[in-house]
T-cell receptor
Framework: EPEVTQTPSHQVTQMGQEVILRCVPISNHLYFYWYRQILGQKVEFLVSFYNNEISEKSEIFDDQFSVERPDGSNFTLKIRSTKLEDSAMYFC????????????FGPGTRLTVL | GENVEQHPSTLSVQEGDSAVIKCTYSDSASNYFPWYKQELGKRPQLIIDIRSNVGEKKDQRIAVTLNKTAKHFSLHITETQPEDSAVYFCAARPQGGKLIFGQGTELSVKP
C-alpha cells in the first residue's frame, strides 16, 4: 500500500539556521499538507497546498516558513531562521481527490532546535 | 475560532471492556470527522471517519457517532485489547481541507 514518506526522520539544528524538511506524497495525490506536533501536544495545521500554490495557512505559518513542490514528487517545508520553539514533530499529509478526501500522514520529521 | 475539544485526556480500561472518547467542535460548517490512532513516536493512522450526512458508522470493534445538532462526535471501542493502547485524536474539517485536531486521549488497556 502506498505511503507518504518523509526525510530526514530526525533533524538537529542550531537556532537561526535554515532547515528543509522533505516529503514524498502518495503518487496520485493532489492536495498536500504540513502539520506539526509539539511533544505531548495535539497536532496543529500549518499549511495546505494545491495546484502549486498555498490554499490555506495558519497563524503559525509566518514569513519564516515556506513550502514548495520543486518537482513532480517532492513537497518541502523550509524554515528560514529556526527558533527554539520550532522544535516539534512535523508531519506531511496528502489526499487524493480534494479537501473532502482522507488525509494520509507521513512518519514525521523530528526537528530539534538547539 | 475553529476549535475541537476532546475528553478524557487519559483513559484506562481493563482488557475486554469498552472505551468511549468524546469530542465537540465549534464550527457548524464542519463536514468530516476522522479519528486517528498514534502509537508512540509514529505517524497518526486513520482508524475510522464519518461524514456529516451520516449519524453512525461501524467497523468491527470500532464505531463513531455524530450529533450535528449538538456538534458532538464520539469514538466507541468495544472488547478492548492491549494493542488498542495508544493516543487517539479526533479531528474536524471546517471549510477547506485542513483538519482541526483535539488534544488527544491516551488510552491504556490493561491485560
Amino acid at each position: 500500500e502506498p505511503e507518504v514518506t518523509q526525510t530526514p526522520s530526525h533533524q538537529v539544528t542550531q537556532m537561526g539556521q535554515e532547515v528543509i524538511l522533505r516529503c514524498v506524497p502518495i503518487s496520485n495525490h493532489l492536495y498536500f499538507y504540513w502539520y506539526r506536533q509539539i511533544l505531548g501536544q495535539k497536532v496543529e495545521f500549518l499549511v495546505s497546498f494545491y495546484n502549486n500554490e498555498i490554499s490555506e495557512k495558519s497563524e503559525i505559518f509566518d514569513d519564516q516558513f515556506s513550502v514548495e513542490r520543486p518537482d513532480g514528487s517532492n513537497f518541502t517545508l523550509k524554515i528560514r531562521s529556526t527558533k527554539l520553539e520550532d522544535s516539534a514533530m512535523y508531519f506531511c499529509a496528502s489526499s487524493a481527490g480534494g479537501p473532502s478526501d482522507t488525509q494520509y500522514f507521513g512518519p514525521g520529521t523530528r526537528l530539534t532546535v538547539l | 475560532g475553529e476549535n475541537v475539544e476532546q475528553h478524557p485526556s487519559t483513559l484506562s480500561v481493563q482488557e475486554g471492556d469498552s472505551a468511549v472518547i468524546k469530542c465537540t467542535y465549534s464550527d457548524s460548517a464542519s463536514n468530516y470527522f476522522p479519528w486517528y490512532k498514534q502509537e508512540l513516536g509514529k505517524r497518526p493512522q486513520l482508524i475510522i471517519d464519518i461524514r456529516s450526512n451520516v449519524g453512525e458508522k461501524k467497523d468491527q470493534r470500532i464505531a463513531v457517532t455524530l450529533n450535528k445538532t449538538a456538534k458532538h462526535f464520539s469514538l466507541h471501542i468495544t472488547e478492548t485489547q492491549p494493542e488498542d493502547s495508544a493516543v487517539y485524536f479526533c479531528a474536524a474539517r471546517p471549510q477547506g481541507g485542513k483538519l482541526i485536531f483535539g488534544q488527544g486521549t491516551e488510552l491504556s488497556v490493561k491485560p
